[in-house]
């Protein structure tokens, strides 16, 4: 069975800080890697892609995927209050179609 | 057009009663996809489409729960004799159908909340 997990949380971080999230996968085979933030009451956003191991960057945003750990990660720089909201990590193995989401992690800054 | 939309925003109903969530996708997007996220909970995966077809409907909960999609657009998802316990939102996302890449990237739906009283 494939399994995503995440720490729940929440990380409390001050405003502009670095806030680091971590997601760890159970499928070896797995290929395509997505962090997605779901602000309270509303629908998941795509935040990053990332298919390949190494940093990838967006903005404040850096991915980071390490397939021989099983392991993504998600930086954000220069965190801000609006940051604040549940970050979902999700999966796609090999051969698949569908995401396997963690639970995600709440990430609260503080002004 | 614009993003997945879905209808109706909000149901409440009656247990026992049948409800119909609907999803239309982003234009062009083969592959539709159901979660449904309780309160304080994480997305589960109800069923996917590629097309018309359910490669994949491993998620639904009981033979209460079907989905259905026409025309390789809209998706309806109908649960019948509804039980407190499906009270939930559901997601709908659509993404192009590729295999590997952005043509994995799903793209979400406002979600249906539904209450069963």
């Known amino acids: 069975q494939k399994e995503v997990e995440q720490n729940s949380g929440p990380l409390s971080v001050p405003e502009g800080a670095i806030a680091s999230l971590n997601c760890t996968y159970s499928d070896r085979v797995s290929q395509s890697f997505f962090w997605y933030r779901q602000y309270s009451g509303k629908s998941p956003e795509l935040i990053m892609s990332i298919y390949s191991n190494g940093d990838k960057e967006d903005g404040r945003f850096t991915a980071q995927l390490n397939k021989a750990s099983q392991y993504v990660s998600l930086l954000i720089r220069d965190s801000q209050p609006s940051d604040s909201a549940t970050y979902l990590c999700?999966?796609?193995?090999?051969?698949?179609?569908?995401?396997?989401f963690g639970k995600g992690t709440m990430l609260l800054v503080s002004p | 057009g614009a993003g997945v939309s879905q209808s109706p925003s909000n149901k409440v109903t009656e247990k026992g009663k049948d409800v119909e969530l609907r999803c239309d996708p982003i234009?062009?997007?083969?592959?539709l996809y159901w979660y449904r996220q309780r309160l304080g909970q994480g997305l589960e995966f109800l069923i996917y489409?590629?097309?018309?077809?359910?490669?994949?409907k491993s998620g639904l909960p009981s033979d209460r729960f079907s989905a259905e999609r026409t025309g390789e657009s809209v998706s309806t998802l109908t649960i019948q004799r509804t039980q407190q316990e499906d009270s939930a939102v559901y997601l709908c996302a659509s993404s192009l159908g590729g295999s590997g890449g952005a043509g994995e990237t799903q793209y979400f739906g406002p979600g249906t909340r539904l209450l069963v009283l």
């Open positions: 234009s062009g997007h083969t592959a």
């Open positions: 999700a999966v796609i193995g090999s051969g698949y179609s569908t995401l396997t």
């Open positions: 489409f590629q097309g018309n077809s359910a490669p994949d």
